[in-house]
Protein backbone atom coordinates (compact mmCIF):
# COMPACT_ATOMS: atom_id res chain seq x y z
CA UNK A 1 0.00 0.00 0.00
CA UNK A 2 1.23 3.27 -0.72
CA UNK A 3 1.08 6.77 0.76
CA UNK A 4 -0.68 9.64 -1.05
CA UNK A 5 1.33 12.37 0.27
CA UNK A 6 -0.31 14.86 -1.90
CA UNK A 7 -3.17 14.35 0.87
CA UNK A 8 -1.96 16.35 3.97
CA UNK A 9 -3.53 13.87 5.89
CA UNK A 10 -0.98 11.65 5.11
CA UNK A 11 1.60 13.72 5.27
CA UNK A 12 4.46 12.56 8.01
CA UNK A 13 5.67 15.70 8.66
CA UNK A 14 2.18 17.01 9.18
CA UNK A 15 1.58 14.37 11.71
CA UNK A 16 5.42 15.03 13.38
CA UNK A 17 4.38 18.13 13.60
CA UNK A 18 1.45 17.89 14.96
CA UNK A 19 3.31 15.24 17.71
CA UNK A 20 5.35 17.74 18.55
CA UNK A 21 2.93 20.95 19.31
CA UNK A 22 0.81 18.19 21.40
CA UNK A 23 4.04 17.53 23.32
CA UNK A 24 4.97 20.95 23.99
CA UNK A 25 1.34 21.86 24.61
CA UNK A 26 1.34 18.76 27.61
CA UNK A 27 4.59 20.36 29.03
CA UNK A 28 3.59 23.37 29.33
CA UNK A 29 0.27 22.25 30.72
CA UNK A 30 2.17 20.29 32.89
CA UNK A 31 4.38 23.04 34.27
CA UNK A 32 1.43 25.51 34.89
CA UNK A 33 -0.59 22.81 36.58
CA UNK A 34 2.19 21.73 38.59
CA UNK A 35 2.71 25.55 39.59
CA UNK A 36 -1.23 25.75 40.29
CA UNK A 37 -0.68 22.92 42.68
CA UNK A 38 2.48 23.96 44.57
CA UNK A 39 0.11 27.28 45.49
CA UNK A 40 -3.04 25.20 45.95
CA UNK A 41 -0.91 23.01 48.87
CA UNK A 42 0.18 26.31 50.21
CA UNK A 43 -2.80 28.11 50.34
CA UNK A 44 -4.24 25.19 52.93
CA UNK A 45 -1.05 25.53 54.69
CA UNK A 46 -1.00 27.99 57.59
CA UNK A 47 1.80 30.27 56.65
CA UNK A 48 2.36 28.53 53.22
CA UNK A 49 1.59 31.58 51.40
CA UNK A 50 4.52 32.02 49.60
CA UNK A 51 2.17 31.29 45.79
CA UNK A 52 1.19 34.62 44.71
CA UNK A 53 4.18 34.96 42.52
CA UNK A 54 3.85 31.39 41.21
CA UNK A 55 0.26 32.17 40.73
CA UNK A 56 0.62 35.07 38.75
CA UNK A 57 3.44 33.45 36.33
CA UNK A 58 1.16 30.25 35.57
CA UNK A 59 -1.57 32.96 34.48
CA UNK A 60 0.78 34.28 32.57
CA UNK A 61 2.18 31.19 30.87
CA UNK A 62 -1.94 30.14 30.44
CA UNK A 63 -2.62 33.53 28.95
CA UNK A 64 0.67 33.97 26.33
CA UNK A 65 0.04 30.02 25.38
CA UNK A 66 -3.58 30.05 25.17
CA UNK A 67 -3.56 30.60 21.55
CA UNK A 68 -1.21 28.00 20.29
CA UNK A 69 -4.03 25.19 21.60
CA UNK A 70 -6.63 26.36 19.62
CA UNK A 71 -8.08 23.63 17.80
CA UNK A 72 -6.90 20.93 20.18
CA UNK A 73 -8.01 19.49 22.89
CA UNK A 74 -5.62 20.87 25.70
CA UNK A 75 -7.45 24.56 24.78
CA UNK A 76 -9.94 23.46 27.05
CA UNK A 77 -6.89 22.93 29.90
CA UNK A 78 -6.18 26.51 29.51
CA UNK A 79 -9.84 27.97 29.78
CA UNK A 80 -9.90 25.45 32.68
CA UNK A 81 -6.79 26.81 34.73
CA UNK A 82 -7.21 30.61 33.38
CA UNK A 83 -11.16 30.09 34.60
CA UNK A 84 -9.94 28.68 38.50
CA UNK A 85 -7.50 31.55 38.52
CA UNK A 86 -10.04 34.68 37.90
CA UNK A 87 -13.26 32.77 40.36
CA UNK A 88 -10.40 31.69 43.30
CA UNK A 89 -9.55 35.70 42.90
CA UNK A 90 -12.73 37.01 42.85
CA UNK A 91 -13.95 34.90 45.83
CA UNK A 92 -10.91 35.55 48.10
CA UNK A 93 -11.78 39.07 47.32
CA UNK A 94 -15.11 38.87 47.95
CA UNK A 95 -14.42 36.85 51.59
CA UNK A 96 -11.69 39.24 52.57
CA UNK A 97 -13.83 41.54 54.53
CA UNK A 98 -14.63 38.35 56.92
CA UNK A 99 -11.04 38.97 57.90
CA UNK A 100 -11.32 42.13 58.88
CA UNK A 101 -14.94 41.18 60.67
CA UNK A 102 -14.82 38.15 62.26
CA UNK A 103 -11.20 36.20 61.78
CA UNK A 104 -12.72 32.56 62.15
CA UNK A 105 -15.57 32.86 59.45
CA UNK A 106 -13.03 34.25 57.27
CA UNK A 107 -10.11 31.60 57.81
CA UNK A 108 -13.37 29.22 57.09
CA UNK A 109 -14.25 31.06 54.19
CA UNK A 110 -10.62 30.83 52.85
CA UNK A 111 -10.06 27.53 53.33
CA UNK A 112 -12.88 26.14 51.58
CA UNK A 113 -12.21 28.34 48.56
CA UNK A 114 -7.86 27.44 48.49
CA UNK A 115 -9.87 23.46 49.10
CA UNK A 116 -12.32 23.78 45.87
CA UNK A 117 -8.99 25.48 44.02
CA UNK A 118 -7.13 22.34 44.79
CA UNK A 119 -9.75 20.08 43.86
CA UNK A 120 -9.87 22.17 40.17
CA UNK A 121 -6.05 22.01 39.94
CA UNK A 122 -5.84 18.02 40.70
CA UNK A 123 -9.25 17.23 38.58
CA UNK A 124 -7.56 19.15 35.52
CA UNK A 125 -4.04 17.46 35.72
CA UNK A 126 -5.98 13.98 36.46
CA UNK A 127 -7.28 14.59 33.08
CA UNK A 128 -4.86 16.09 30.77
CA UNK A 129 -2.83 13.10 31.96
CA UNK A 130 -5.58 10.99 30.55
CA UNK A 131 -5.10 13.15 27.12
CA UNK A 132 -8.83 13.80 28.05
CA UNK A 133 -10.42 17.37 27.27
CA UNK A 134 -12.10 19.18 30.43
CA UNK A 135 -15.82 19.14 29.76
CA UNK A 136 -17.80 22.30 29.83
CA UNK A 137 -21.57 22.50 29.99
CA UNK A 138 -23.19 23.86 26.81
Known amino acids: MTQ ?3 DPGNDPQLDQAALQ ?13 LLHLI ?3 GALI ?9 LIAALII ?7 AEGTWHASHFRWRIRTVIIAALLYLVTAPLWLLFFIPGWIAWLIISAWFLYRIVTGLVRMNK ?8
Do not use: H
Not at 21 to 33: A, C, D, E, H
Not at 46 to 54: N, T
Open 46 to 54: PGGQFGPLL
Open 21 to 33: KLQSLNTIGTISY
Open 62 to 68: DLVKRSE
Open 131 to 138: GLPMEFPA
Open 4 to 6: NYS
Open 39 to 41: VAI
